[in-house]
């Protein structure tokens, strides 16, 4: 394979040591890909600060490509990746979350994830306020405006949908079956991008657990 | 028995209640001869008949004329069916926003391969946009199913052909979302169309681009 020379070989001041064998035991990447993924960590986590630990802003950026824009939904999933809100993302926290985005996750881990996605209050359910607040900041980012009218009736009828028992709010249960029948809802929970991983970020890392050779430049 | 011959002699009781304009139509209705007895038209001329008919309402307005218009009007081609999208429900909505691409970790913003924009065009315009632009790319059209479009680009990459599908979703009846990827074929070949000749040639259409 030769020499590949890029900035992600340069080694990253403060990122832990970290267990590629009991990550890759934990998600459904092999250890190979929990290598290339510390690479895009590394990346990542130095945009900003170099403190081996992905922020908020370095997040946005990564998104983004700029951090003034505030967006409802990439900081809910940066909430659901900072498992133990910390405030910051590390390494662990950045396989794991990942790992449920993985082709090959199971499909209740995925729907689990989307149900906390949108649980915005963290209440267990998700209530119809919530949804409204989604929609409103959907249309918001894409600078699209519809009468308050249109909006209410296009949320009543996906509640009353999902809502089977009628209670004002949707439960995992119900989120459980209304995704059953509209399996288009967990689109943005596959991340095709990752089974190419190792193909984007090959990894260099000289404590490799597998046996591979380099020429290390 | 008993009603029978009291109908026959027109023979009842008004309700006390019933107003002289009333009581005086109802014996015009009631009269047991069929020759000397109202008509419909007559019916329908009479004031107190016609006080609080509501004759905005379409369908009075047809029964209510004596030359028996149909009473709805005759359907208006359904042109609809033609480029029929599938249509959102708001949890559909939501998952369009960029903050939940998280394909933006993996590439660039203009490496990918998978783009939308929002259109306050009718879903026919924007098919017949691309079938435009398809043909002056020399691109084969299929259409796959309602809303959607297939876009074949035969290339001498080892890739095979550059394959483009094209998905368009209704949020509501004045807005719609179309999404454009790449499904196989050369990645930078496929950028290099889709920047040079298929993004300006889209423009018209669009809203606004998702992520931008």
């Keep these: 394979m030769g020499c590949f020379c890029s900035t992600s070989s340069k080694k990253f001041k403060k990122l832990p040591s970290f267990d590629a064998a009991e990550l890759a035991a934990e998600t459904p990447f092999t250890v190979n890909e929990v290598e290339a993924l510390y690479e895009l960590f590394g990346k990542l986590s130095s945009s900003v600060d170099d403190d081996g630990l992905i922020g908020k802003d370095e997040f946005h950026l990564a ?30 926290e950045f396989v794991r979350s990942l790992g449920v985005f993985h082709p090959k996750a199971p499909q209740a881990d995925k729907v689990l994830y989307a149900f906390k996605l949108y649980d915005l209050r963290r209440t267990g359910f998700i209530e119809r306020e919530e ?3 989604m929609v409103l900041a959907l249309l918001h980012e894409s600078d699209l405006e519809l009468s308050n009218d249109i909006i209410e009736s296009m949320v009543d009828k996906t509640f009353t949908e999902a809502d089977s028992k009628g209670d004002g709010r949707i439960d995992q249960e119900e989120w459980r079956e209304y995704v059953d029948k509209n399996p288009s809802l967990l689109k943005n929970m596959t991340l095709p991008h990752l089974m190419d991983i190792t193909l984007r970020f090959p990894s260099f890392v000289m404590n490799s657990q597998v046996e591979e050779t380099y020429t290390t430049g | 028995m ?15 209640s019933f107003p002289p304009e009333v009581r005086r139509l109802l014996k015009r209705i009631l009269d047991p001869n069929p020759n000397t007895r109202i008509s419909m038209k007559k019916i329908m001329e009479n004031s107190w008949f016609k006080k609080g008919l509501n004759l905005n309402s379409k369908q009075m307005k047809d029964s209510v004329n004596p030359d028996f218009q149909p009473l709805f009007e005759p359907k208006k081609p359904d042109f609809s069916h033609a480029s029929k999208v599938s249509s959102f429900n708001a949890f559909d909505i939501i998952s369009l926003s960029t903050g939940f691409d998280l394909s933006g970790l993996f590439v660039e913003n203009d490496r990918k391969e998978e783009v939308k924009f929002t259109s306050a065009k009718p879903a026919s315009d924007i098919i017949s946009k691309m079938e435009q632009i398809a043909t002056s790319l020399k691109m084969e059209v299929c259409t796959k199913k309602d ?7 035969p290339s001498g990459s080892q890739n095979g ?20 990827k790449k499904s ?11 920047n040079q000749d298929v993004k300006p040639a889209l423009q018209e259409l669009v809203w606004a681009w998702h992520g931008e």
């Design chain 1, 63 to 92: 998104l983004f490509r700029n951090y003034d824009k505030r967006n409802l939904f990439a900081d809910r999933i940066f909430d659901l990746f900072d498992v133990n809100r910390s405030g910051h993302i590390d390494f662990s």
């Design chain 1, 131 to 133: 949804l409204k607040e």
């Design chain 2, 2 to 16: 008993q009603m029978y011959k009291k109908i026959s002699k027109a023979e009842y009781k008004c309700p006390h």
């Design chain 2, 147 to 153: 809303g959607q479009l297939n876009l074949k680009k």
């Design chain 2, 161 to 180: 052909p550059l394959l483009i599908d094209v998905e368009i979703f209704e949020i509501t009846s004045s807005f719609h979302l179309v999404e454009l």
């Design chain 2, 184 to 194: 196989s074929g050369d990645a930078f070949e496929y950028r290099k169309l889709f």
